[in-house]
């Protein structure tokens, strides 16, 4: 932690330099910035379209799919549950009745 703490206190110095802002807030370095920003989406984009390509073709589920999957059988449990904590009293109720 403390190592992180020393680079963001280097990092603020680096902030305050005058120089520096000089250098940041030039259009160059900006656009620069920019581009890296975008290009991140771009690969991840690229790479969750290829992996989805290649588990469709070996028939295999994504992340994607299997996390939704567990929604379904999560939900589906929950109503199980609730249908058989309903089921005594309706049987209490028929016996009644």
Do not use: C, Y
Request: no cysteine; charged share 30%; net charge positive.
């Amino acid at each position: 932690m403390d190592l992180k703490k020393a680079l963001l206190q280097q990092a603020m110095k680096l902030a305050q330099n005058p120089k520096v802002m000089e250098v940041a807030m030039s259009p160059k370095v900006m656009g620069a910035a920019m581009k890296v920003m975008s290009l991140r989406g771009q690969v991840e984009s690229a790479t969750s379209a290829a992996t989805q390509t290649v588990a469709k073709a070996l028939n295999l589920a994504t992340r994607d799919e299997v996390r939704e999957l567990r929604r379904t059988i999560r939900r589906l449990e929950d109503e199980l549950h609730e249908r058989e904590a309903a089921a005594p009293a309706r049987s209490d109720d028929d016996a009644q009745g």
